[in-house]
């Protein structure tokens, strides 16, 4: 067995290796042992690699089992995803490949990242919060005027609807064009529906190889940016608008879409661009589970393996996600069961 011809290394500053295979694309996160176990592979004995590196042939199986799971063995693909109930409730999925379109259009964008178009967007943004608070009173008047009127507001929600998913999709485009710049693969955009409730998600998986921290935070942070310049504009555009027109009511209904967007977006205990900035900032892959795992070693009186600078942080996440959880199932189930008792009131 030996590895693909596209799998190559990337040496992370925080000590271990990124095994990526831009084919899916996948990778793996290995030591340095098993860097030299892996890059051993084909050239020598299976039992010659384990004797050398003082390893078992059982840890080797492991090792090839991640690797063929990932496809990076020749004749090996990624296993197709197995269904479980969790599906029921989250499940994905994909409508396109955006990578060569996004390889074809990224030169035309890069400004964007700039330092001289990120002083000016900062710039923009200030102003814009500025008006937003100065002309309070017009807003709440275009609220009214939207939202009063109960003969059109049927129409509105579906405005709002409308406005809500281009704005997730240009969040998404966001994701996606800014992995991109990084040199990064964009496999999939897609569909996803989380209790039922439809949204967009971008497969940037890929970010995890980029080794600066600042690029994985901007990949993920890109879908708040686009957001927040959203809102900014309708913020412009209705404070622009005549009184009571129409151009005011959609400016209003768009800068509605996206700061809700925004807030949602940022909760770091809902698995959205919130938690995954907190993770890349951070540097804490996999926070949640590690959270969790991190109190069953208290339980169990085992010295933890995570580092003494990010404990804390893993401490804090852990009850604070679990309350959320707790807080947000108690919600749907009190809603299921006021749905059943209008349906059957014997109940």
């Excluded at 994701?175 to 940037?204: D, Q, R, S």
């Amino acid at each position: 067995m030996q590895l693909k011809s596209k799998v190559h290394w990337i040496q992370h500053p925080d000590g271990y290796w990124i095994l990526r295979n831009p084919e899916y694309p996948t990778f793996i996160q290995v030591d340095n042992i098993d860097k030299n176990v892996i890059s051993q592979l084909g050239k020598k004995p299976i039992t010659a690699i384990a004797n050398r590196y003082d390893i078992t042939l059982q840890d080797i199986q492991q090792i090839l089992q991640k690797l063929a799971a990932t496809g990076m063995l020749e004749g090996t693909e990624p296993p197709p995803q197995k269904f479980s109930f969790r599906q029921i409730l989250f499940f994905k999925i994909p409508l396109f490949q955006p990578d060569q379109w996004l390889a074809k259009h990224i030169d035309k964008f890069r400004w964007i990242w700039t330092a001289g178009f990120g002083f000016f967007l900062c710039f923009f943004l200030g102003q814009t919060l500025f008006l937003w608070l100065a002309y309070a009173t017009d807003i709440v008047s275009a609220h009214q005027e939207v939202w009063g009127d109960f003969t059109v507001a049927p129409i509105n929600l579906l405005k709002l609807g409308f406005a809500t998913m281009l704005v997730v999709f240009l969040h998404e485009l966001g994701h996606a064009f800014t992995l991109k710049y990084f040199g990064g693969i964009v496999p999939e955009i897609g569909l996803l529906f989380m209790c039922f409730i439809p949204g967009m998600y971008t497969n940037t998986s890929d970010q995890y190889c980029l080794v600066k921290r600042k690029q994985r935070v901007l990949v993920v942070a890109a879908g708040v940016i686009v957001q927040i310049v959203i809102w900014a504009l309708a913020v412009w555009l209705l404070l622009a608008s005549p009184p009571q027109s129409l151009l005011q009511q959609n400016s209003y209904l768009l800068m509605s879409a996206a700061l809700v967007t925004v807030v949602l977006n940022l909760n770091p205990l809902n698995a959205f661009d919130g938690y995954y900035l907190l993770v890349a900032m951070t540097g804490i892959n996999n926070l949640r589970k590690r959270s969790l795992e991190f109190y069953l070693d208290l339980l169990r009186r085992q010295p933890s393996p995570e580092k003494t600078s990010d404990q804390t942080i893993l401490a804090i996440y852990a009850p604070l996600s679990i309350l959320y959880t707790m807080l947000v199932l108690s919600y749907m189930l009190w809603l299921a069961a006021n749905w059943i008792s209008k349906i059957f009131p014997f109940f």
